[in-house]
């Protein structure tokens, strides 16, 4: 099951379920536009998303399901049900939360990556909040550790507005596995230092699919009362 992805830029394709690009079409067009970019690999969210894009383009993708669940505040592929789904729809690996919090119906971790390399045949992408996380992963087979959720969870790193390129290293320095940045990734120059510090391949979303995003950015430059 093991899965080497390219050394190169994946592009999240996803969109809010209220925002004006929900919807399988539009996710179809962002993932054909980022493969004629040269994007190597696709991240994209439910079994909708995943199948018609799987149908558009042979990159590899990392599937993942969010859904959010009372009482648990893991929403990232929580559960074997979700990771099955992704796993009929079509993608190559499945990405899913890899922090100790609570998981939906007494779920663990352990279990669903067992799950997922016995039933499912397919390797793991670990999203973590810190080296911790990464650590246990590992440990527990996860093919890939990214830095996905590092900034956005109470126990792990703090938050910050640019990539966490100091848990990169340590996670490059520390994991035996490949190690995928993503998170805040805005720039090239970000993207060019992780590479430096032997990130296995970069993974962006807002900077390149959420045109809301973008243009709040430039909204932001203009001067008060222009």
């Given at each position: 099951?093991?899965?080497?992805?390219?050394?190169?830029?994946?592009?999240?394709?996803?969109?809010?379920?209220?925002?004006?690009?929900?919807?399988a079409a539009?996710?179809?067009?962002?993932?054909?536009?980022?493969?004629?970019?040269?994007?190597?690999?696709?991240?994209?969210?439910?079994?909708?998303d995943?199948a018609?894009?799987?149908?558009?383009t042979?990159?590899?993708i990392?599937?993942?399901?969010?859904?959010?669940?009372?009482?648990?505040?893991?929403?990232?592929?929580?559960?074997?049900?979700?990771a099955?789904?992704?796993?009929?729809a079509?993608?190559?690996?499945?990405?899913?939360?890899?922090t100790?919090?609570?998981?939906?119906?007494?779920?663990?971790?352990?279990?669903?990556?067992?799950?997922?390399?016995?039933?499912?045949?397919?390797?793991?992408?670990?999203?973590?909040?810190?080296?911790?996380?990464?650590?246990?992963?590992?440990?527990?087979?996860?093919?890939?550790?990214?830095?996905?959720?590092?900034?956005?969870?109470?126990?792990?790193?703090?938050?910050?507005?640019?990539?966490?390129?100091?848990?990169?290293?340590?996670?490059?320095a520390?994991?035996?596995?490949?190690?995928?940045?993503?998170?805040?990734?805005?720039?090239?120059?970000q993207?060019a230092?992780?590479?430096?510090?032997?990130?296995?391949?970069?993974?962006?979303?807002?900077?390149?699919?959420?045109?809301?995003?973008?243009?709040r950015?430039?909204?932001?430059?203009?001067?008060?009362?222009?």
């Amino acid at each position: 099951m093991t899965m080497m992805l390219p050394r190169g830029i994946i592009v999240s394709c996803q969109a809010t379920e209220a925002g004006p690009l929900a919807g399988a079409a539009f996710m179809v067009a962002m993932a054909r536009a980022a493969e004629w970019g040269g994007a190597v690999g696709i991240r994209a969210n439910s079994p909708e998303d995943i199948a018609a894009i799987r149908a558009a383009t042979h990159l590899p993708i990392i599937g993942l399901y969010k859904i959010h669940t009372p009482g648990s505040p893991v929403y990232i592929t929580p559960d074997c049900e979700a990771a099955a789904a992704i796993a009929r729809a079509g993608c190559d690996l499945i990405a899913l939360d890899a922090t100790p919090r609570p998981r939906p119906n007494g779920q663990t971790l352990n279990a669903l990556i067992d799950y997922i390399h016995a039933e499912l045949r397919k390797p793991v992408m670990a999203d973590c909040s810190c080296l911790e996380d990464a650590l246990q992963a590992e440990a527990m087979g996860a093919e890939i550790v990214a830095t996905t959720l590092a900034g956005y969870t109470a126990h792990g790193r703090p938050p910050i507005e640019e990539p966490d390129l100091e848990l990169l290293a340590e996670m490059v320095a520390h994991v035996r596995v490949p190690v995928v940045a993503e998170g805040r990734y805005h720039d090239p120059a970000q993207v060019a230092r992780a590479f430096e510090l032997g990130a296995a391949a970069v993974v962006i979303g807002n900077a390149i699919t959420n045109p809301q995003w973008l243009t709040r950015r430039y909204v932001r430059a203009v001067p008060s009362g222009a």
